[in-house]
C-alpha cells in the first residue's frame, strides 16, 4: 500500500476469535524476518482454551463443543490461559503466549467474552487456575493483554434497542436476550489502536472474581425467582427455569480412543458470574441498558420442554421484562421492582440511561457517538410512556 502501513491488526468472532488465539499459540505472528505480523488483536467469545486444534488426528476444526451438544469435542483442553501457567490435573506447561513470548512477538491482545462462554464454554479458566482460583491479575502476568466481559449478554448479540414483545426463539423458554455488544468493540478498537500507536494504556481488565464473590460456582448463583408473567405490552412467559446443571463441564480428554472419553480423576472447576437482585451479572462491562434495566438479560437461556429441557438454548441468552407497576407485580408475585417504582416515569428511564452512557465513556468503553445513540433509543422507546 501506498505510504505503507503504520499497524495491522486482526479481529476475530466465535471461531473467527479461536482461530485468532491459535494464530498467535503456534507462534504464527514471526514472519520470515522475524518481525511482528500483527500489532494488536481482539477476539471475541473464544470461551476458555479457545483453540481450533488444525493439526490433530480426525480434527474438525469448526465443531463446537457445548453444554447441550458435542461434549466430548476437542476445545477447552489446556492451555486455558494467555500466559504460561502449570495445570496439576496434566501436569503440562503451557500458554497461549508461550511461543511469542520467547521470539518477542507478542501482540496486544483484548479478549473479550460474553456471558454465553461462561454458562457454555467454560470461560472462567481464562482467568483462573485448574481448581478456580483467581490468577494474578493479567496486567501482572501478561502486560500486553488486557481480559473483558460484557456482562449478561448472549454469544451472538441482536442491535441495541429497547426489546421487543416478539423477539423470541422457538427453541428457548423466554424472549430473546436484544443487549447488543458493537458499542463496546468500537470503543475498545479505538483503546487497542491508541495502545499501539501512542502507547496510551487501555481500560483495565473487567472481568469476574472469586476474590470478591462475582465468580461462583453455578449452584451459588443468587437467581430470583421468577414467575411466569402476563404484564401488559408482552406476551404471556412461562416462569424462568434456572438450574446450576445447564453448564458445560471440562474433563481432560484421552485422544488416543474413538470417540474421546473423559480422563478418569479431576476435572477443571468452571464457575460464573454472580448475579444481582434482578438476575443480572454483577460484574463485568454493563451496557446502560444492562445498568438502567427493563428486565432480567442472562446470558443464558434454557431449551423449551420437548425441545432438550432443561438444557442450555444453546448460544442464545434470555430477557424477562419487569412488571410496569407495583400493582401488576405484586400480583404476579414478582421479586424484581417494576418499572414505575425504579423509574418514576419515562425521563427518569431515560436520565438513568443517559448517566450509565456517561459513565461508560469516562471508563473509555463506550464512544461518545454512540453514547448520543444509545439515548436517543431510551427517549424514543416507549418504556413508562403514557403510565
Known sequence: MAGGLRAIYQWGRSNGGRQVRDFIRWGFNEDENGSMVFDGVMPYATGSGGLMWTDFRFSQPTVSQQQHSRHFSHEYEFPHTLPVITDPVTGQTDGIFRRCLANNTCPKYFNIDSANEYWNKSNSLNHTDSFGNDLPAIETLAPNARLYFIASIQHNTTFDAVPAPDASSPACQQLTNPLYNGPVFRALAVALDQWVSSGTLPPPSRVPHRGDGTLV?????????????????????????????????????????????????????????????????????????LTAPIGTYTGWAMLRPGAGAPDICGQLGQFIPFANTAAERIAAGDPRLSLQERYGNHLGFVGSVKFAAVDLVNQRFLLQEDANRIALSAFYSNVLQGR
Request: glycine share 6%.
Open 217 to 289: 460456582p453455578p449452584e451459588h448463583v443468587n437467581f430470583p425467582g421468577i414467575p411466569a408473567t402476563n404484564y401488559a405490552g408482552w406476551p404471556s412467559l412461562s416462569a424462568v427455569a434456572f438450574s446450576p446443571l445447564t453448564m458445560s463441564r471440562n474433563a481432560p480428554l484421552d485422544f488416543s480412543v474413538v470417540p474421546y472419553q473423559p480422563l478418569p480423576g479431576p476435572e477443571y472447576t468452571v464457575q460464573v458470574p454472580q448475579v444481582d437482585a434482578d438476575g443480572n451479572d454483577i460484574a463485568g462491562i454493563r451496557l446502560p441498558f
